[in-house]
């Protein structure tokens, strides 16, 4: 006897061997099984007492067999052993443990408790069924689970005891038992008659056979795993939120993953009501005071089309106080409240559609969870049940408010996304061309559409009309996302517009523009490492009198042209680099567009996509280019329609079309003065008459003034040749004087005794506006006359 074992171990013969074969132990059962006093044994091998020394020694960590032993008295013991090895451990050294049993095959009475204990006073619940799977015989614990005595239900099947879809199913699985002989293990979640609540069992059903091996029944036995059980679903549904919400950053989006991952796992009905942000500055107030205003976000039910909900997402309500969504979010905790109780009775008789559905669909609980994520409260979810007849329990607010707050870091995310993409666009938008001017040299359209996922880029366009009747056209794209990228893009198309003033030739213009983006990079730089500001940009200048297109690229793909009639074609150019790698030079084309042909400028988001490759993608761009049509902003919706996949496109997309005109010969006026000052009295008389021709009377007295002026200066201060031109169209007529000087004039404030210095000053004052440009050969002076009465 021990404090451990507080009853007889002779009933058991113990003896101990170390690894030498040395009996080290010997109790008083070995001593009555085989005679040997502990003195005359204890020390010395245990070889000594087998009759057949040449017994191999055991392997491994346990052994049982029969060997002869010798008894003192000289006659032979058969006796059956159970060896455990103990491995050295602790300096402890390694020994064999050696047991017999002395009392196991005692006879025993019929009348003995502990014969019938196996069956019916067993823990485990179980039940015998016959051949046909009729019951026989069940235990005092599946008495007490199935909630019936055993004389009634005798005779019966599973399916008709338990009268459920998953009796019938582990019936099906026992008749598979009954046919091949094997043991199966089915896991089932149900309620039976004799539980107040649904639990987990284990049903292992085992083949009964008689003596000839012959399978006569099928015995049941129930394991109650219910704590197991569910502990396994509460991690998994943990584990199924992690993974499924949050997947986008869109505020609507997040909360139906979220009602999406509550219901059925938790609640029979689940709404997510977030609050109205507006009401609040844009931000979430740091306390809240009820009436709370909170906006429909997501719902979802067990039933479809959600008939529970009075709500439908997007719809705005003011919880008063003793509602159960403005006590949660006051309190800023959970909330379990349940119609029996009159928890909800102020509420429900405030809200008479509430009490109404709570009626007819027999809601008894619900559970209000405050969605609070880095210190700020969102809103609320509200889990209700009515199919499910348990209550919400300490457990289900533990795992709702642990997916709440996970999800409450994804919608706190998405909806700090949103406000930034919304002020990104806003930004955008504000430096994008509201509406493209309308020139004599194009027809233009064009289209925006910001990234779906990604955010907004820098992608931009411009259409700037340009002295002579000639139009610029540009398209760019900044690298990266966000507010940076718009604010640099605002900065890019405002230095765009100002060298495109000074009428530089495409190629400088690229030049200037990718020393910007140089000079960009290095403010962006921190700790005087440089930044990553970069750019690609496509400018060209189209020419209505002579009909010829300038172009230059910076690492920005070529622009399509199609001809009036004919096919599309990409147009040859040097594709230059990026904006940005600085001292690199770029390279103009120049090409003869007949009248009515179209050009089509793109940022890359249009033609790189995961879907195909650029080359397809520049098939599909000349599809839709190539069928005709009259409006161009058909043809722009087309593009986009054919081109981007219907989830929106993974980048920015800016698109320009622009059909060219051409400007008529007979309203394009040319002279070639000498260099006389004696001849500006005749050209003066001439463009008169040329005004008179084109019906222009009314702009004669301010052209002649002009011309007088500017051909004056001409013949003064510039060199010969000197060219005087005439253009106009319906609201303008320009004047322009070319000579081979390179020197431009400039205004000037002349003194009362100063002889001159008032002609540009006359010349600002009577025309729209005025400049100068330089050209390959010199400069040209010009100056825009309005024909349209303002």
């Not at 463009?687 to 051909?711: N, Y």
């Amino acid at each position: 006897m021990s404090p451990e074992y507080p009853f007889d171990e002779a009933a058991t013969a113990r003896a101990v061997i170390d690894e030498s074969g040395t009996l080290v132990e010997w109790n008083a059962g070995a001593e009555r099984l085989l005679g040997w006093p502990v003195t005359e044994v204890v020390g010395r091998p245990g070889r000594n007492l087998l009759i057949d020394r040449d017994v191999l020694a055991p392997a491994g960590a346990r052994w049982d067999g029969t060997v002869a032993l010798r008894h003192r008295d000289g006659h032979e013991v058969s006796v059956w052993l159970l060896a455990h090895h103990r491995p050295s451990r602790n300096d402890t050294p390694g020994r064999w443990l050696l047991f017999s049993p002395l009392d196991g095959d005692a006879p025993h009475s019929p009348d003995d408790p502990l014969a019938q204990a196996a069956l019916t006073q067993s823990p485990c619940a179980v039940a015998v069924y016959d051949e046909r799977l009729r019951l026989r015989r069940v235990n005092d614990a599946m008495v007490d689970v199935i909630g019936l005595p055993e004389e009634r239900m005798r005779g019966l099947r599973l399916a008709e005891i338990g009268g459920k879809p998953q009796s019938e199913e582990l019936e099906a699985h026992m008749v598979q038992v009954l046919a091949t002989g094997r043991p199966l293990d089915v896991q089932t979640y149900m309620r039976t008659g004799g539980e107040d609540r649904a639990h987990a069992w284990l049903a292992r059903m085992a083949p009964v056979t008689d003596a000839e091996g012959r399978v006569r029944g099928v015995c049941l036995a129930a394991h109650d795993f219910t704590d197991n059980y569910l502990a396994r679903e509460r991690l998994q549904l943990v584990n199924e939120a992690s993974v499924r919400i949050g997947s986008t950053l869109g505020v609507t989006r997040t909360t139906q993953e979220l009602v999406d991952v509550l219901v059925p796992a938790l609640a029979d009905l689940v709404s997510v009501d977030l609050l109205d942000l507006q009401e609040h500055g844009g931000e979430p107030p740091l306390r809240l005071t009820a009436p709370i205003g909170l906006r429909r976000a997501a719902h979802l039910s067990v039933n479809p089309g959600t008939p529970e909900a009075v709500l439908q997402p997007g719809q705005l309500e003011h919880y008063p106080a003793g509602s159960p969504q403005a006590d949660s979010l006051i309190a800023g905790r959970t909330i379990v409240a349940s119609v029996s109780s009159g928890d909800l009775d102020q509420w429900l008789s405030w809200h008479k559609a509430r009490a109404e559905r709570v009626k007819e669909y027999g809601i008894h609980s619900t559970m209000s969870v405050p969605i609070r994520a880095r210190g700020q409260t969102l809103g609320v979810a509200v889990l209700t049940r009515f199919r499910r007849p348990d209550p919400f329990s300490a457990d289900d607010v533990l795992l709702a408010e642990e997916i709440t707050t996970r999800a409450a870091v994804c919608i706190d995310n998405a909806r700090r996304f949103s406000r930034e993409r919304e002020t990104a666009l806003a930004l955008q938008r504000s430096l994008l061309p509201r509406s493209l001017p309308r020139t004599a040299a194009v027809d233009a359209a064009s289209r925006y559409l910001p990234a779906a996922r990604a955010g907004v880029g820098g992608d931009w366009f411009d259409v700037i009309p340009l002295s002579g009747m000639r139009v610029a056209m540009v398209v760019g794209d900044v690298v990266g996302h966000g507010i940076q990228a718009s604010a640099t893009m605002g900065r890019l198309r405002t230095a765009v517009r100002t060298l495109a003033d000074i009428d530089l030739a495409p190629d400088e213009l690229l030049t200037h523009l990718d020393d910007l983006v140089v000079r960009l990079s290095a403010e962006a730089g921190n700790d005087g490492s440089p930044g990553e500001v970069g750019a690609t940009c496509l400018y060209a200048v189209y020419d209505p009198v002579s009909r010829r297109c300038t172009l230059a690229r910076a690492g920005h793909p070529p622009p399509v042209v199609v001809p009036p009639g004919g096919v599309p074609q990409q147009v040859e150019l040097p594709a230059g680099p990026p904006l940005g790698l600085g001292g690199l030079p770029f390279e103009s084309a120049e090409l003869e567009l007949r009248e009515g042909s179209v050009l089509s400028f793109y940022t890359d988001g249009l033609i790189e996509t995961r879907e195909r490759d650029v080359d397809a993608s520049h098939r599909m761009l000349c599809d839709a280019l190539e069928t005709y049509s009259d409006s161009l902003d058909e043809t722009c919706d087309r593009v986009l329609h054919t081109l981007l996949p219907s989830g929106g496109a993974l980048d920015d997309v800016a698109l320009l079309l622009a059909r060219t005109r051409g400007l008529p010969s007979s309203q394009v006026a040319t002279w070639h003065i000498p260099a006389d000052p004696a001849l500006v009295a005749p050209i003066r008389k001439q463009v008169v008459a040329q005004l008179d021709g084109w019906g222009l009377q009314e702009a004669a007295f301010t052209a002649e003034l002009v011309v007088s002026e500017l051909v004056t200066n001409a013949i003064r201060y510039g060199a010969h040749p000197i060219r005087l031109r005439l253009i106009h169209d319906e609201a303008t007529l320009i004047c322009e004087v070319s000579d081979t000087s390179h020197t431009a004039p400039h205004l000037r404030r002349a003194k009362t005794w100063d002889e001159g210095g008032r002609g540009l000053l006359l010349v600002a004052q009577l025309t729209q506006r005025w400049g100068s440009r330089h050209t390959a050969d010199g400069k040209t002076i010009w100056a825009e006359i309005g024909l349209l009465d303002e």
